[in-house]
């Protein structure tokens, strides 16, 4: 098998394996807080649908802007600036990653960064760092794995990493460099 086959078939096996690890829509006990915890909401089944009742055809038009988050500009040479994936919104805070590698927690009441890593950097796969940005098509969230709340990501560089969803630290970490 080349070596392309061979991060086809690790990236199949890693989303399989993360698909039957990631749990259903998670409400907290006793709140009315509604987790937005995958690319279209209630993973896995992804209706694109929040079951939330705060926001009704009564009261939309008294919506008010709470707060904007301006996306840092993308480093000299990257081309590709902002983000494309879905935040995440887990228990008050909302994750998000740049086009441009940076994966950021923020406060989900005011948007002050809880922590911000360089998915970049992270490169431990012994192939070459991405150098015009990246693409990322979502985030995953889970509690289960390993007993802490992890945010996955699948770097585009033949890697997958799990963050500690409350301080950024890499908690698990995929390559397919095999040597």
Excluded: C, E
Aim: charged share 5%; hydrophobic share 45%.
């Amino acid at each position: 098998m080349n070596r392309s086959g061979l991060s086809v078939s690790l990236s199949v096996i890693a989303i399989l394996t993360l698909s039957s690890l990631i749990p259903a829509l998670v409400v907290a006990q006793g709140s009315q807080q509604v987790q937005w915890n995958g690319p279209m909401a209630n993973y896995p089944f992804n209706w694109n649908n929040s079951p939330q009742g705060q926001i009704s055809p009564a009261n939309v038009q008294n919506l008010q802007l709470s707060w904007v988050f301006p996306i840092p500009a993308a480093p000299p040479g990257v081309t590709q600036q902002g983000t494309t994936v879905t935040p995440l919104i887990i228990n008050g805070i909302a994750y998000t990653v740049t086009n441009f590698n940076l994966l950021l927690a923020m406060d989900a009441k005011n948007g002050k960064i809880i922590w911000q890593v360089n998915v970049a950097k992270l490169n431990q796969t012994g192939f070459p760092k991405p150098v015009a940005g990246s693409h990322y098509h979502s985030l995953y969230y889970t509690s289960k794995v390993r007993g802490v709340p992890l945010i996955w990501v699948s770097a585009n560089y033949h890697a997958i990493y799990a963050f500690n969803a409350l301080t950024g630290d890499v908690n698990l970490a995929f390559d397919s460099h095999i040597g």
